[in-house]
């Protein structure tokens, strides 16, 4: 009984199956979680920027207008604007599991530039982090 036991091939299979599980099974399961996360937080991200941008893109100097009638973003109300519709529009990101940075420039009176990362831990061990980064520039729309 113990040698048709030991020459009964048909539990072989069986580690084959725990093997590939193994080497094929978990890395792909890691990409189609991990990468389908990382694709929400990008696109996330990306509308996030885009809305900040434009916020920011449209804090007027009003005292400068008012009394030279010249067009100019106020840089600290522009910050300040920016990161409410920012941080505002990516309230789900500790339940998703990313932390969000923001970035503000102004290259022109009239422009502003923002940058946005995000870093997104993995959910399958073993991996790296992946980082998002986006960017939007945005023009002053208000007409004199």
């Not at 339940?95 to 022109?108: D, H, N, Q, R, W």
């Not at 502003?112 to 729309?141: D, F, G, K, W, Y």
């Amino acid at each position: 009984m113990l040698r048709r036991f030991r020459n009964d091939r048909r539990g072989d299979v069986w580690a084959f199956i725990a093997v590939a599980m193994i080497f094929i099974a978990m890395p792909l399961a890691s990409l189609v979680v991990d990468v389908t996360r990382g694709m929400y937080v990008r696109t996330h991200l990306q509308v996030a920027t885009d809305a900040a941008c434009e916020a920011a893109a449209n804090a007027m100097n009003v005292s400068v207008f008012q009394a030279t009638g010249v067009r100019q973003i106020d840089p600290g109300l522009g910050r300040s604007q920016a990161a409410r519709v920012f941080y505002g529009t990516l309230t789900d990101a500790a339940k998703v599991g990313f932390s969000p940075s923001l970035a503000i420039g102004f290259p022109g009176p009239t422009t502003a530039n923002c940058q946005a990362a995000a870093t997104v831990a993995h959910l399958i061990p073993l991996t790296p982090p992946m980082t998002a980064v986006v960017e939007t520039t945005s023009q002053m729309r208000a007409v004199p």
